[in-house]
């Protein structure tokens, strides 16, 4: 494999109808704001995920942004989500001037651990106007980011059962999670509202982009109206809100219908990867694999596993670097946000398990395009890496 181009860890595949259609926004002269490819996307991504509305947006940042403000979380509130996230989501509750509660994820699945959630919500609050408020910081709890990390659903149906319980709205993050279940039902489509994210890494891509679903009419027309400047009037420039330029353009709607139309062939590509991977280190004794849980369908978005039983001064970041000099590209987690500099001010959380997962995982190579040569080659040269340590 050596003198061969570098595997990256996971790159856009465009098999499908991207060109016809991104032609056909050029030589249409569709290519800006709006567009019969953004009304198609939407109702497809809808439709897909089973919702009754769908609002297109420049990205899975500003979607998350929006969702929140739309759902009412007020300035000066407490949204809780995992600490264990790429950083988007929890700045995206900065942005709504609210403030971050990091809690743990479990070890089994890696995502949010819903007895932590129980946990600070029955002994760090107290319950007013039907809330929770917060004692120590005497803010109210609103709102709570499931945040379905790697292509694994977390466990909604036991974070529904809290959330309803103590008035919660809850927002998923489904960004690394289109096209995987729980208990049978899309990720993004099990609450009040549901984010999607379409930058290059994720199953399917529009370049950059993403995607707000709900059922909630009110939801969906209140986020049209902020994404789009809030402007009031199709003649007029009257703006009832301070809006946002949210919108995903025509050309990268085009992009994301041709995707969707193929988004099984992604899924299948995935899951063969994923399979193959198992196999391949099933009984490893340094590599502990994720395990998906027997209510999940992950769409195995990234493929990721544990180091164990490491010699010392063989830490992930070694691993990574000598895989690269491989070239092979791979990914160690997010710094957890409770260590993350950009949000030191929150203060002090203590979460264990994320530390540990951060310490001892990686994400390997899993784009759809990945042929067996290059995944052989890529477990070849990983388990050379641990034996020769
Ligand atoms: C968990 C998570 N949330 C939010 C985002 C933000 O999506 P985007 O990059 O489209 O803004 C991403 C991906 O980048 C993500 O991985």
Redesign the pocket.
């Known amino acids: 494999m050596s003198g061969k181009s570098y595997i990256p860890l996971c790159e856009p595949h465009l098999g499908g109808r991207e060109w016809d259609y991104v032609k056909d926004c050029l030589d249409s002269g569709w290519v800006s704001s709006v567009g019969a490819y953004v009304d198609r996307f939407e109702s497809m991504l809808a439709d897909y995920t089973g919702t009754g509305h769908a609002v297109a947006c420049v990205?899975?940042?500003?979607a998350?942004h929006i969702a929140l403000l739309v759902s009412g979380v007020m300035p000066g509130d407490e949204v809780l989500i995992p600490t264990l996230?790429?950083i988007?989501?929890v700045n995206a509750i900065r942005y709504a001037g609210a403030w971050p509660v990091l809690l743990d994820v479990e070890s089994s699945h890696w995502q949010l651990d819903i007895s932590k959630v129980a946990h600070f919500l029955e002994q760090n609050c107290e319950i007013r106007d039907g809330m929770p408020w917060n004692r120590q910081t005497g803010r109210r709890v609103s709102a709570i980011i499931p945040?379905h990390?790697l292509g694994h659903p977390v466990d909604m149906m036991a974070l529904l059962a809290v959330a309803e319980k103590f008035g919660l709205k809850v927002i998923e993050?489904a960004?690394?999670s289109l096209g995987a279940f729980c208990h049978g039902r899309p990720v993004g489509a099990l609450a009040d509202i549901g984010?999607f994210?379409?930058?290059g890494n994720?199953l399917l891509t529009t370049g950059?982009?993403?995607m707000i679903v709900t059922n909630n009419q009110t939801y969906a027309k209140a986020a049209k109206h902020l994404t789009t400047q809030a402007k009031c009037s199709t003649t007029e420039f009257i703006h009832d809100q301070v809006g946002y330029n949210y919108r995903l353009t025509n050309v990268q709607a085009a992009m994301g219908c041709a995707q969707l139309e193929r988004i099984e062939y992604h899924l299948e590509a995935k899951k063969t990867i994923a399979e193959r991977y198992r196999k391949a280190f099933t009984g490893h004794l340094q590599i502990q694999l994720f395990e998906n849980a027997p209510w999940a369908k992950s769409c195995e978005w990234l493929f990721s596993l544990r180091f164990r039983h490491l010699p010392e001064g063989l830490t992930i970041s070694r691993i990574q670097q000598e895989l690269h000099a491989r070239g092979i590209g791979t990914r160690p987690l997010w710094q957890p946000m409770h260590l993350s500099p950009a949000h030191a001010d929150l203060g002090r959380f203590e979460c264990p398990v994320a530390d540990e997962l951060y310490a001892s995982a990686l994400s390997l190579p899993c784009s759809v395009g990945l042929t067996e040569n290059q995944q052989d080659y890529v477990v070849e040269s990983l388990s050379s890496i641990l034996a020769s340590s």
């Open positions: 990205n899975g940042t500003s998350i996230t790429f988007a989501p945040v990390i993050d960004t690394e984010c994210s379409f930058n994720k950059g982009g993403g």
